[in-house]
C-alpha cells in the first residue's frame, strides 16, 4: 500500500537492478527540468535525439531543450504524428534514418519524450540503430510512467497485430515527471489509470483496497499521485527483475490485455473510438468475469473491479466502445495474433479473485466464444 507520508519529496527513485543494464526511475513533479544534469551524468558527454509527436513538442519539448543545452548537451529533436499510427514499419524507418542523419554515434542516446507510443517507437529504434544505443524515457503521460516507459519492451505494430514487430531493450534513465499530467486530457489520464489499477489486480489486494479509497486523489494530483506512481513503478520493476523477457511471471502484466489487443485490432487502433487504456480497463473487467464464470474467482470481485472502473469513468463493457458490429467469432479472430499465443492455444491470465492472478495456458477457445457470446449480448 502507498505511503502518502512519504510522497513529498521533491523526487523519488525506484531502482531496477539489472545487473550492468540496472537503472533508475525518478519520479517526481518538475524532475523534466532537471533532465539535462540527468541525462549528462549516465551518459557524459554524450549527444541526443529527442524523439517526440507534434502534440508533445509544443507542451514539453522547449523545457527539454533548454534543460539539455544548460548541461551542455548536443540534441537534435525528430518531430513523429501523435497516434498509434505512428507505430508502423513506415514511422520507424523515418526515425531511423533521421537518427543517423543527425550524426548520431552508438554512444550516444535516443530520448523518448512523450507516450506510450513515442517510447515504444523510438526505444525499438534505439534498439536497432547501429546496432543499438542508449536509450532514455522520458514518458508525459501516465499509461507510459506506469507501464510502458519500464521494463524495455519496445516495438511497432503490424497490420497482423500489435507490437508484433520489436525488441527488449532497456533504458538507461527514466525520467516521470508527475507535473507534466497536469496537460493531459482528463480521458487520457483516465485510460492510464486503467493500468494502475492493474498492479493492484495482479498480486497487490491492499493496493486496489487503497485506490478504491484514494482514486479521487490520484486524479487531484500531489502527494496520491506521487505514491500511486511509485506503487505502479516499484511492482512493474519487481516483475521486470524476476522475469525480464517474459518467459514466465511477466506474462502476469498482461491481465486484461489478450481482451484488449483483440479490441484495439477490430477496431484498428483508432484512438478516437478505443485507446489503449480504455481497452485495458475492458480487459481487466472481462478478465475477472471470465475467471467467475469459470469458478475462478467470485461474482463479487468480478462486479468490484467493474464498478471501481466505471467510478472513475472508465467504459466497462465491450458495447461501450463505440459503433462497436463485431460478434464472438471476430474477436476469437483477432485474439489468435496475439503474442501470447503458444503453438495456436490461447493464454490469458485469469485470477483467483482481487491480487491472486496466474497465467492459464490451453484455455478452451468454445468457453472464451461462450463467454463473449453472452458479453456481447449482455451489453
Known sequence: MPDTQAAGAPAETV????????????????????????????????????????????????????????????????????GEASKSYAMFETVCDAIIAARMERGDLVVALGGGVVGDLAGFAAASVRRGMRFVQIPTSLLAQVDSSVGGKTGINSPHGKNLVGAFHQPRLVLADTAALDTLPPREFRAGYAEVAKYGLIDDP???????????????????????????????????????????????????????????????????????????????????????????????????????????????????????????????????????????????????????????RDVDAAAVRAFLDDALREG
Open 206 to 360: 491492499a493496493f486496489f483496497a487503497w485506490l478504491e479509497e484514494n482514486h479521487r486523489a490520484v486524479f487531484a494530483g500531489g502527494a496520491a499521485r506521487v505514491a500511486a506512481i511509485r506503487a505502479s513503478c516499484a511492482a512493474k520493476a519487481a516483475v521486470v527483475v524476476r522475469d525480464e523477457r517474459e518467459d514466465g511471471d511477466r506474462a502476469l502484466l498482461n491481465l486484461g490485455h489478450t481482451f484488449a489487443h483483440a479490441f484495439e485490432r477490430i477496431t484498428r487502433y483508432d484512438g478516437a473510438r478505443l485507446v489503449h487504456g480504455e481497452a485495458v480497463a475492458i480487459g481487466l473487467v472481462c478478465a475477472f468475469a471470465f475467471s467467475a464464470r469459470l469458478g475462478l474467482a467470485s461474482g463479487q470481485d468480478a462486479s468490484r473491479v467493474a464498478g471501481h472502473l466505471r467510478t472513475v469513468g472508465l467504459p466497462t463493457a465491450i458495447r461501450d466502445i463505440p459503433g462497436w458490429d463485431a460478434g464472438a467469432a471476430a474477436i476469437l479472430d483477432a485474439m489468435a495474433q496475439d503474442k501470447k499465443v503458444r503453438r495456436g492455444a490461447l493464454t490469458f491470465i485469469l485470477a483467483n479473485g482481487i491480487g491472486r492472478s496466474f497465467v492459464a
Open 15 to 82: 531502482h531496477v537492478p539489472l545487473g550492468d543494464r540496472a537503472y533508475d526511475i525518478v519520479i517526481g513533479p518538475g524532475v523534466l527540468h532537471d533532465a539535462g544534469r540527468r541525462i549528462a551524468a549516465v551518459a557524459p558527454g554524450a549527444a541526443c535525439a529527442i524523439v517526440t509527436d507534434e502534440n508533445v513538442a509544443r507542451v514539453h519539448l522547449p523545457a527539454l531543450s533548454a534543460s539539455l543545452a544548460a548541461a551542455g548537451v548536443r540534441a537534435t529533436p525528430v518531430v513523429v504524428p501523435p
